[in-house]
């Protein structure tokens, strides 16, 4: 199934605020995320993101057919790491498996080193989310390595795997 990527707006909120309802999501996601996730809740993201400043966050609605079916993200870093950026995406339950993590992750990517001067966009997931990792390995990433016990999410020590993908032309300045 195709997706794409597009800016989020204000008659997402429901959308939003249904997948983000789901533990199973959350579960995958840093902390942080209040649940239940209301429709405040998710009119405040958006407006937050509307405003964001566009050198520093990327943020994207994943969307079928207009609808909002996820969601997918990059964070410029600063100091030292300014020429590097981290994503983090969901996707809405019903659209596991299908395809739309590699595809949004490849879309973001090819915005992010064709609009910016970032020349590494990198990835951190549970090292038992096997479906995410996939969908970074699919979308060109390379597995940098695993942090071991580096997360506490839901109780438990959780290792977290570093994937990345470097922009090809632009390795030096």
């Given at each position: 199934?195709?997706?794409?990527?597009?800016?989020?707006?204000?008659?997402?909120?429901?959308?939003?605020?249904?997948?983000?309802?789901?533990?199973?999501?959350?579960?995958?996601?840093?902390?942080?995320?209040?649940?239940?996730?209301?429709?405040?809740?998710?009119?405040?993201?958006?407006?937050?993101?509307?405003?964001?400043?566009?050198?520093?966050?990327?943020?994207?609605?994943?969307?079928?057919?207009?609808?909002?079916?996820?969601?997918?993200?990059?964070?410029?870093?600063?100091?030292?790491?300014?020429?590097?950026?981290?994503?983090?995406?969901?996707?809405?339950?019903?659209?596991?498996?299908?395809?739309?993590?590699?595809?949004?992750?490849?879309?973001?990517?090819?915005?992010?080193?064709?609009?910016?001067?970032?020349?590494?966009?990198?990835?951190?997931?549970?090292?038992?989310?096997?479906?995410s990792?996939?969908?970074l390995?699919?979308?060109?990433?390379?597995?940098?390595?695993?942090?071991?016990?580096?997360?506490?999410?839901?109780?438990?020590?959780?290792?977290?795997?570093?994937?990345?993908?470097?922009?090809?032309s632009?390795?030096?300045?």
């Amino acid at each position: 199934m195709d997706c794409q990527i597009r800016k989020w707006n204000m008659a997402d909120k429901a959308c939003l605020s249904a997948m983000l309802n789901n533990k199973k999501i959350l579960d995958n996601l840093r902390d942080g995320l209040p649940y239940p996730y209301t429709l405040a809740d998710a009119e405040a993201f958006i407006a937050a993101m509307l405003a964001a400043d566009q050198n520093k966050i990327f943020p994207f609605a994943i969307a079928i057919h207009d609808r909002a079916v996820g969601s997918i993200c990059g964070f410029r870093r600063n100091n030292i790491y300014a020429h590097s950026a981290e994503i983090g995406y969901y996707i809405d339950e019903s659209y596991w498996g299908q395809g739309l993590a590699t595809s949004a992750i490849r879309q973001i990517c090819q915005f992010i080193f064709q609009t910016t001067d970032i020349i590494r966009i990198f990835a951190e997931t549970f090292a038992n989310n096997s479906a995410s990792c996939r969908a970074l390995e699919k979308a060109g990433f390379q597995w940098e390595g695993t942090l071991h016990s580096a997360a506490c999410k839901n109780g438990k020590l959780l290792d977290i795997k570093i994937y990345a993908a470097l922009h090809p032309s632009r390795l030096k300045f």
